[in-house]
């Protein structure tokens, strides 16, 4: 599914001398979420990701378009589309559901937000590598950064090439920005010319990694992206600076507590009862 237009040009309507217009929906998807609004004379711009199945917002950027912008957490699980078939819940990217692994197949049983996360790995002799590939991208220069931990002990660092569509441009170079147990953050600066990709990859022969948390914007632009317990809220919210939030619930779906980037508690709901003759 590409991205379609609203059917008129709103900016091609006169308003008068005494009326302006304030914000337009420049797109949609398929179920009419908004993907790209303009505002003050297309000033300023905000871009969605968003989960069509649940009609849930998926990730939020700033000063950017939707054209330029990624993201997933791989929440779709199984029910993405195959590789190369077009699904806006893969958020900009394109890749092999097939190797995404639940929360369950993660070294200590934790992704970084959410219940899924991929693992990458590109296995010796004629088997298909998993690769996470971006759409086209235009002729600007992009923030890539993603959280990874190693799915073995002979596991090297992700490799992240830029593609032509004729040959690779070269590998730009990972900077580690934070640490979280065996968990690492990686940032990359990306200056695309028009039509490259973005592909991202494992070591040939080694162990590969997990990977989770892909977010793909312009430098001049910021993101939030969140993920969800189905039918209950919000269970992450990861800010511009990737500085991850985590909100847990009971059984019952009631709000118990908020956790800091470092799983430690910042905030929590404690109920005390009274017995039957008020003590």
Sequence with gaps: GNAYNYAHDPYIINFGTNLSLASYV???DDRENPLEIWTNEKKEVVSYIWDTKHSK???EAAN???ADIA????EGGNTYTALSYADYNKGNWDFDKTFIKAYTDMPDDKTMTGRYGYLMKTPSGPVEPSTIRSRQLNEKEYLLTFWCISAGSNSAAPIVNVWNGAWFQGAPTLTLQNEVGDWKLYSVIINADQNDHIELKATTGDDGYYIDEIRLHP?????ASYTYEHLIGTSSVNNANNNISYTEYDEYGRYIRTRDLRRNIVQQVEERYKDLDGQ
């Design 26 to 28: 420049k797109a949609y």
């Design 57 to 59: 917002k998926l990730a």
């Design 64 to 66: 950017a378009e939707y």
């Design 71 to 74: 993201y997933t957490s791989f």
């Design 219 to 223: 430098t001049d632009a910021t993101m």
